[in-house]
């Protein structure tokens, strides 16, 4: 197999923190041990045509392999992650629960991380944003509870650290200087434990190389 | 192999009656011709055991079969879809990419979906909702104009119907009665589609016909739309 191709972008809002999504299939591909290339984009580039034929959503990452092109990070996660070994456990049982804690990831727990990134950093300036703050955290913090109490004093979700755990911790990270985290002392420890991962601080490392792109004309905003 | 068990509420609020999650799954089982049973919940004892151990977050579809439990109404698809034959393509790339399709509908194209139902819905009587409508609206917007442009004159999302499919017309089906379900004849046609199969009817009349429990103390007023209520809107 040639060595697949992922594109990112060259300058990001997050300061290199690796929040931008190309950062879980990096971490996914470090996992597995597998090398990649990378094509990189200016700022604004994704929403051009020869992206969106890529990924019509004008997002990174997209993934090209072999002739597959593929985009949504949780799909490319589980595609390396059937490459394996490593993200997904050897027994049917076991990987159709990591895939559900993929799922749980994005479709249950970001929707809620993000509504508060989005009323706090793109909504911060509206006159109504203070008022309906309490509400965005007192959903989310439903969400945090549950997982909090799900993990209780596990290291991973189940079992073996798998693609559910990658894309769990990944999604987390947003939360990172919110403070909310401090109320739940077994979800940050499982974070740090994803973030000491060789694999996290390779993909996090090449991530930040990658940025040697200006921000665009205007920013910051 | 014993018959799957999925569990589904017995009552709730009439804007959500064809719309919660178990309809995804009954769906996909009723695709592949598996045949399944139901373990009824009364509203509020999701948030409960013993459901709570099936599902850390207190909600449904869960799924059960000899020895396994799930829960994410995705990953509930995904696991049917790949345990029985017709909604994924057998050959690798095409599998790759009816995933790919679930992702999309599940994280790209619902969270703005469901941030329209908490300001409609939930919300709607918030005074930061009505403000907060148009971009909402925008965001939702943008991405039916690239799921739009990408479907195109297909019939389905990339080959014959799949799992992809599937999660991404349930989705689109929340903005049913909105001014966003009919701003491309393409994507109405698309969901019309997806609802048109007989598999799709018979899941939507199996979970409409469960709805025989009662609406839990103080949500009475949930029961029925405020016009078939006598009130003014």
Redesign the interface.
């Known amino acids: 197999m040639t060595r697949p191709l992922i594109t990112a972008y060259n300058w990001a809002p997050d300061e290199g923190r690796g929040l931008v999504r190309d950062m879980r299939v990096r971490w996914a591909l470090e996992e597995v041990g597998q090398p990649y290339g990378v094509r990189h984009l200016n700022w604004g580039e994704q929403k051009e045509p020869a992206h969106?034929a890529r990924n019509?959503?004008?997002?990174v990452p997209a993934y090209e392999e072999d002739?597959?092109v593929?985009?949504?990070?949780?799909?490319?996660v589980?595609?390396i992650a059937e490459k394996g070994p490593g993200l997904f456990p050897e027994d049917e049982?076991g990987r159709?629960?990591a895939?559900?804690w993929?799922?749980?990831a994005?479709?249950?727990v970001?929707?809620v991380v993000?509504?508060l990134v989005m009323a706090k950093v793109i909504?911060g300036d509206?006159d109504?944003?203070k008022?309906?703050l309490p509400?965005v955290e007192t959903r989310l913090r439903e969400?945090l509870d549950?997982?909090s109490?799900?993990l209780g004093g596990a290291e991973w979700l189940d079992g073996g650290f798998s693609a559910g755990d990658l894309l769990m911790v990944q999604v987390l990270r947003n939360l990172s200087r919110s403070g909310i985290m401090d109320a739940y002392p077994n979800l940050t420890l499982y974070v740090a434990r994803g973030e000491a991962r060789l694999a996290f601080t390779r993909a996090l490392d090449a991530l930040r190389a990658g940025l040697t792109g200006k921000p665009p004309a205007g920013w910051p905003r | 192999m014993s018959k799957p068990v999925i569990t589904a509420f017995d009552w709730v609020p009439w804007f959500a009656r064809g719309l919660v999650r178990d309809l995804r799954v009954r769906w996909a089982l009723e695709e592949v011709g598996q045949d399944y049973d139901v373990r009824y919940l009364p509203q509020g004892s999701q948030k409960a055991l013993p459901h709570r151990a099936l599902q850390p977050f207190g909600q449904v579809p869960t799924y059960e079969r000899a020895g396994l439990t799930l829960f994410e109404s995705g990953a509930i698809v995904q696991h049917i879809a790949e345990t029985h034959d017709g909604l994924m393509p057998a050959e690798a790339g095409g599998r790759a990419r009816a995933i790919e399709w679930m992702y999309a509908a599940l994280n790209t194209v619902e969270p703005p979906i469901m941030d329209y139902a908490i300001a409609t819905l939930f919300e709607a009587e918030e005074p930061w909702s009505a403000p907060r409508l148009p971009s909402i609206m925008a965001r939702i917007a943008e991405r039916l104009d690239e799921l739009a442009r990408r479907l195109g004159e297909s019939e389905w999302l990339d080959g014959s119907f799949s799992a992809g499919d599937l999660l991404m017309i349930a989705v689109l089906r929340q903005l049913k009665g909105t001014p966003l379900s009919t701003a491309h004849d393409n994507l109405a046609g698309y969901v019309a589609r997806g609802e048109a199969r007989p598999a799709f009817q018979r899941a939507l009349a199996a979970q409409l016909a469960a709805f025989t429990g009662s609406p839990p103390s103080g949500y009475e007023f949930l029961d029925k739309p405020p016009q078939d209520q006598g009130e003014r809107q």
């Open positions: 969106r019509p959503f004008g997002q002739g597959l593929l985009f949504e990070s949780g799909a490319i589980l595609h049982a159709a629960r895939i559900e993929m799922f749980a994005l479709n249950t970001e929707p993000w509504d909504e509206k109504w944003a008022a309906r509400g969400r549950e997982l109490a799900r």
